[in-house]
């Protein structure tokens, strides 16, 4: 949880006693965060991603967000589909990694 707050993802109100409470959207936004870090993003892009969803999304905020993942992955898997054609041509790797850079 400290985690995820300290990089935006989830945010806490403090009592008086300094014990956080969580609004109702943390656990949600954990669960997608892990999905968002299976896909590949760091909690930097997770919190950016979102950084403008509602306290109370909708499921519309949702499936914005299900998109802006799903194009994110298409892009990593066409990006990990080309390093595999590289590394299997022939070649040394070493000459694979300056043709990739």
């Not at 949702?62 to 590394?87: F, H, K, N, S």
Request: charged share 30%; with cysteine.
């Amino acid at each position: 949880m400290r985690f995820y707050e300290r990089y935006g993802v989830i945010e806490a109100e403090r009592t008086s006693v300094n014990h956080r409470v969580f609004d109702q959207s943390a656990a949600c936004r954990i669960k997608v965060a892990k999905l968002a870090q299976g896909v590949g993003l760091t909690v930097r892009e997770i919190a950016e991603l979102l950084a403008n969803l509602s306290p109370d999304p909708q499921p519309d905020d949702w499936a914005e967000i299900a998109c802006e993942l799903m194009d994110e992955a298409e892009r990593r898997v066409a990006a990990l589909r080309g390093y595999l054609a590289e590394i299997t041509s022939a070649g040394k790797l070493c000459e694979v990694v300056d043709r990739m850079s």
